[in-house]
């Protein structure tokens, strides 16, 4: 062990300790360190930040203490550190966030319990401020709008109330142009759909779910956000109809409308979504913007810090699987629990990429389209507990990748196909349609005899079942949704290759790109 009072004979440019047992205390030998640029101490039980830590590491650059015990406040004002990036995720930290370093472009405080936010965010170069799981309470400060730099904003998990400043024509140029990722869910924020975020062309993902948003999804949406790849609205009291602009987006690929208040029909434009309409199910501006991994890097000159959005999932068959890297490949599109009337759109096999398709608790009525064989990459489909009628199509014998399929609660009638996948399901897929018959139901189909031989091969099935189980393997479900944030510091040039070991995720090297790179390729698409 090093004495407590042991002042080294050299001077360190850099630290970077991780997965040691060093608390409770912060190490007393590293006071005298204060040409430190890069100080990165993480997962070392330190229970609590020395009052000398500011002052000694007022000239730090990086300063990274997650994945500790720290508890305690902070102090009130950081501006005199010269941070410019800075993470004190996971801790116990409480009380106010403090007012950042004035050249901060990467502050990350999550996952603590602070409860206030600062009135005036003073911070013209930040890029990333990523809040999310703390216990921040009161509504979010109009001086938001003065980040014009921000990239990445991710308030969720917190109990924010109040609405989204409007951020009115102000002193600067469009407001928050910059941003890519907005998430806001499980909070308690109201008001309409943040009218701000006209002025983010480049945004890629906007997640507000789980508050009380209320009002209808803006019809511009569907001409200022072209790149928005994910749109997770579920959990508010949105209303009205679905806007047929939406139809427009490009780039959008998720979806989920869940649970709101949305009226009128399901507007036929869906069927343009040219990005669900990809075989490959790919998004590249998806792609761009996650990364599996949690936290900051360094690589050589470069920094490489990510932050974790969310880790949610979604329950199918009973199972919960999680994924990471395959967010770019979710094409999802849900509405379920809604009061959506009308049919479900004929062309809506179009969208050929589309893997989960929830349309149920709503009052959709009509057939089945026909067309609805075309979704050869359906995984899931939920129609559940509407008025739909008619039989069941049978393209939908083809759908040879549905490991999950809900008919339930529907006035659906005829005969159930028995072909392919269709020998998988159970009759609670099928409960509450009063006119369906055959197989796996108890009643039998009278007076169709040509019905006799598809369905006499049900009893030796148990290879087929198999074959299905292993189609279901590549079933992917649940939400894990991580982003990075590239930033580039061209003064640190000179390697820092020493954090080069701590680079574990070889994904990083090749998410590798400038923002404004990224925002020229987005822009392009
Ligand atoms: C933290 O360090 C311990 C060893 O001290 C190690 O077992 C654990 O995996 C580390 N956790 C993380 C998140 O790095
Ligand atoms: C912020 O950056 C500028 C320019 O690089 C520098 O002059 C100034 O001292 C920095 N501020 C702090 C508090 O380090
Ligand atoms: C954030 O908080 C929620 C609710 O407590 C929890 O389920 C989730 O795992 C947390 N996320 C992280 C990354 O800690
Ligand atoms: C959120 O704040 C309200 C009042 O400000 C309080 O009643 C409620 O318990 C808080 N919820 C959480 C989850 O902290
Ligand atoms: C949300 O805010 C309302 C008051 O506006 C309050 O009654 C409710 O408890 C809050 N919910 C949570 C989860 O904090
Ligand atoms: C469809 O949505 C409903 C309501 O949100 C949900 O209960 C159900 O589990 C979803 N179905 C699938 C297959 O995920
Ligand atoms: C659903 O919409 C109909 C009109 O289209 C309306 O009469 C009904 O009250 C709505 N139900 C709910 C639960 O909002
Ligand atoms: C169910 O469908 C039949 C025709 O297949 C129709 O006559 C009947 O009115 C429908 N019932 C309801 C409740 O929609
Ligand atoms: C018999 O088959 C016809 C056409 O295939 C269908 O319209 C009818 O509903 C079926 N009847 C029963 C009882 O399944
Ligand atoms: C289908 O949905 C109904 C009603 O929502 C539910 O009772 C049933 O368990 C579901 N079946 C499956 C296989 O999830
Ligand atoms: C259905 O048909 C099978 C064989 O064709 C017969 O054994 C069974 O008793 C029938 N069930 C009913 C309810 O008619």
């Known amino acids: 062990m090093v004495s407590p009072n042991w002042v080294p004979p050299f001077r360190l440019l ?6 040691l047992k060093l608390g ?12 430190l640029e890069i100080l990165q101490i993480r997962n070392a039980s330190i229970a609590t930040i020395p009052e ?42 409480t009380g106010a966030v403090p007012k950042f370093p004035r050249n901060i472009t990467y502050m ?86 943040p009218r701000v975020l006209q002025n983010c062309h480049y945004l890629a993902l906007v997640d507000l779910s789980y508050n009380r948003f ?38 959008l690929q998720f979806l989920d409308l869940a649970h709101n208040k949305f009226s009128g029909s399901i507007p036929d434009s869906l069927v343009h979504l040219s990005a669900m309409a990809r075989t490959s199910g790919y998004s590249y501006v998806l792609n761009s913007v996650i ?36 967010i770019p490949y979710m094409v999802v599109l849900d509405m379920s629990c809604n009061n959506l009337t009308g049919a479900i759109p004929q062309d809506i096999g179009a969208l050929i990429g589309l893997r989960s398709l929830n349309f149920s608790w709503n009052n959709l009525r009509g057939a089945i389209p026909e067309k609805i064989g075309g979704l050869q990459q359906l995984e899931s489909l ?22 999950h399929m809900n008919l339930s609660y529907n006035n659906l009638s005829g005969k159930i196909p028995t072909n392919n996948q269709f020998q998988t399901f159970d009759a609670s897929d099928y409960i509450g349609n009063i006119g369906l018959c055959g197989y796996p139901l108890t009643n039998n189909c009278t007076g169709n005899s040509s019905s006799g031989p598809t369905n006499a091969d049900h009893g030796d099935g148990s290879d087929d079942i198999s074959l ?31 954090f080069v070991e701590g680079l574990q995720d070889k994904i990083y090297v090749a998410m590798v790109l400038r923002w404004a790179n990224l925002k020229r390729k987005v822009g392009e698409t």
Not at 61 to 83: C, I, K, Q, S, Y
Not at 150 to 163: A, H, I, K, P
Not at 470 to 497: D, E, N, P, Q
């Open 214 to 251: 209320s009002g209808d999804i803006p019809a511009w949406i569907g001409v200022k956000l072209p790149n928005l790849a994910l749109l997770r609205l579920r959990y508010n009291m949105f209303s009205g109809q679905i806007p047929i602009e939406i139809g427009k987006i490009q780039e």
């Open 108 to 193: 990350d405080l999550s996952r603590n319990s602070f409860g206030t936010l600062p009135s005036d965010f003073r911070a013209p170069h930040l890029e990333a401020l990523i809040l999310y799981n703390n216990s921040i309470s009161g509504p979010i400060p109009s001086s938001l709008c003065s980040l014009s730099q921000l990239v990445m904003l991710d308030l969720s998990g917190n109990n924010l109330t109040g609405e989204v400043p409007s951020c009115q024509e102000g002193s600067v140029n469009p407001l928050l142009h910059n941003l890519m990722v907005v998430n806001l869910n499980t909070n308690n924020l109201s008001g309409e759909f």
């Open 291 to 326: 990364r599996a991994g949690r936290g900051p890097h360094l690589y050589n000159s470069i920094y490489v810090v990510g932050f974790f959005i969310e880790k949610e999932s979604f329950l199918t068959k009973g199972q919960q699987l999680e994924f990471s890297e395959q």
């Open 24 to 35: 409770p205390a912060f190490p007393p030998w590293l006071r005298s360190q204060t040409s």
């Open 14 to 19: 850099a630290v970077t300790l991780s997965s």
């Open 468 to 498: 299905y189980l292993g189609l279901a393997v590549g079933y992917i479900l649940g939400l894990w949704v991580v982003f990075c944030v590239l930033l580039f510091k061209k003064r640190w040039s000179t390697a820092y290759f020493v």
């Open 52 to 93: 000398w830590f500011w002052v000694s590491f007022s000239r730090a650059m990086f300063v990274d203490l997650m994945d500790n015990h720290l508890t305690g406040t902070l102090p009130a004002r950081l501006e005199f550190m010269a941070a410019d990036v800075m993470i004190l995720s996971n801790n116990r930290l």
């Open 382 to 403: 939920d129609l559940s507990n509407n008025e739909l009628s008619g039989q069941i199509p049978s393209s939908m014998t083809g759908l040879t990748s549905l490991s």
